[in-house]
């Protein structure tokens, strides 16, 4: 399928539309603990098995990310978003078939493993396209559509709660949502394959900067690059950190004040969670577009500086002000949303944007990494607090300063970035002849 040309005329804002259709459905993902207890109930399951789909699912969705990133390159935005279609939706409708045939391997199959492709496609896709349309803004137009992605859940959680209280809990009415799901998101997400288009030139923008302006590498090249595997520990330091709040948000704030005089409720738990979501949608275009302004370094300095801080003050004074624990938590899920936004053009800053796309994809297994170190730091020791004796706030103490080290290494990772050596750079003829290559007969 060769790349859509835009016509004469097309607008760029076109652009960001086709990419949001696409992540505001693959958001969904953050919204897998909807089905969790129906899914228990109906098919006689624990927590570990509910969680087993969506933990592949990020799984898959790092490695798509990673072994497809350089076939999204050559095939273009639209291959990839059918591809990201295809797999997504039929993701839903496998997990159909095993919901209603009561047989949980192919909700695991159908979610977990061909969902997940469509996660990780879907994720990569409009990236090197929005960055040739906005070379001058690259880290808003980058932070619009991955806003989606953290935005997803808030459309997906409540639209799923209400088909299930709708069509049932049973094993039959999970299966008819996650029928609904695979048709609508398949309707949806078609919005951005005939939307797509690659810019006419290299310099789509009057008098702006031209794409291919700069140093230009490979996706070859820049993994073996230091400033690759720098900017891959920022990224799962930045990640195992809001991670870490974000899986656990509820019993983590039902804890710290569940020995004073105004415990949290169930209600008031979930709405601290609804919260964070928010936080980390609005982190993902606001802090992106900060970065246009002040520099990727810069941005990154203000994640891992003062997140760092923001789980000092947790761990010191967080059980004695409930505003103090609510505002420091929101401000670290923006600086996880923002942290995922940012480094597409952190990474065209570096690498230019000749293959940002199947760079940004290797560098995903660094979520990857990160959705299961997070997690596991945080429920592990608790878990072993909680075996001691401890309770409340003392069961995340040793957690919190855990992440403020990663966090102080994140940062480092950061401050050792510099320019890329110009023995990666390619040279103006390669680029020409791959320019005239990549243009559709």
Not at 83 to 92: D, M, Q, R
Not at 399 to 428: C, D, K, T
Request: aromatic fraction near 10%.
């Amino acid at each position: 399928m060769s790349p859509p040309i835009a016509p004469p005329g097309w607008s760029r804002w076109l652009v960001p539309p086709a990419a949001l259709s696409v992540h505001l459905s693959i958001g969904q993902a953050y919204a897998w603990s909807v089905f969790k207890p129906p899914l228990e109930s109906a098919l006689h399951l624990n927590g570990t098995e509910s969680a087993l789909p969506f933990q592949l699912a990020i799984v898959m969705l790092g490695l798509s990310a990673a072994f497809g990133g350089t076939l999204v390159e050559r095939n273009g935005p639209r291959w990839a978003m059918t591809v990201a279609l295809v797999c997504f939706s039929s993701g839903f409708l496998i997990s159909a078939l095993g919901a209603a045939s009561e047989q949980y391997w192919l909700i695991v199959l159908g979610y977990g493993f061909v969902g997940g492709i469509g996660l990780g496609i879907g994720y990569i896709s409009p990236v090197s396209t929005l960055i040739k349309w906005f070379p001058d803004r690259s880290g808003m137009a980058t932070g619009i559509a991955i806003m989606g992605f953290g935005g997803g859940a808030l459309i997906a959680s409540p639209w799923s709660a209400q088909m299930l209280q709708s069509f049932g809990s049973d094993h039959s009415g999970i299966a008819l949502a996650f029928l609904v799901h695979g048709l609508v998101y398949a309707v949806f997400m078609s919005l951005g394959v005939v939307l797509v288009r690659v810019p006419r030139s290299e310099q789509p923008v009057g008098d702006g900067p031209s794409v291919v302006d700069g140093v230009q590498v490979s996706a070859r090249s820049a993994v073996r690059t230091p400033q690759f595997w720098c900017l891959w520990v920022v990224l799962c330091m930045n990640v195992t950190v809001g991670i870490g709040i974000l899986e656990k948000a509820a019993p983590m704030i039902t804890d710290f004040f569940s020995d004073t005089s105004t415990p949290v409720s169930v209600s008031a738990a979930a709405g601290f969670v609804a919260l964070l979501s928010a936080a980390n949608m609005a982190g993902r275009i606001g802090w992106s577009s900060a970065s246009d302004l002040i520099g990727r370094k810069n941005i990154y300095r203000v994640y891992l500086g003062v997140g760092a801080l923001m789980y000092l003050l947790i761990a010191s004074f967080g059980d004695s002000s409930k505003p103090l624990f609510i505002l420091c938590a929101l401000v670290i899920l923006s600086f996880y949303g923002g942290g995922f936004a940012t480094v597409p053009a952190y990474l065209k800053d570096l690498f230019g944007a000749y293959q940002v796309g199947a760079i940004h994809g290797r560098l995903l297994t660094a979520w990857s990494t990160a959705g299961v170190l997070g997690p596991l730091i945080v429920n592990w020791i608790a878990d072993h607090q909680k075996a001691a004796g401890k309770h409340g706030p003392d069961l995340y103490g040793l957690s919190f300063m855990i992440m403020i080290g990663l966090l102080v290494i994140g940062f480092i990772a950061n401050e050792l970035v510099r320019p890329v050596h110009p023995r990666h750079h390619l040279s103006a003829p390669k680029e020409a002849a791959d320019g005239r290559r990549e243009q559709p007969a």
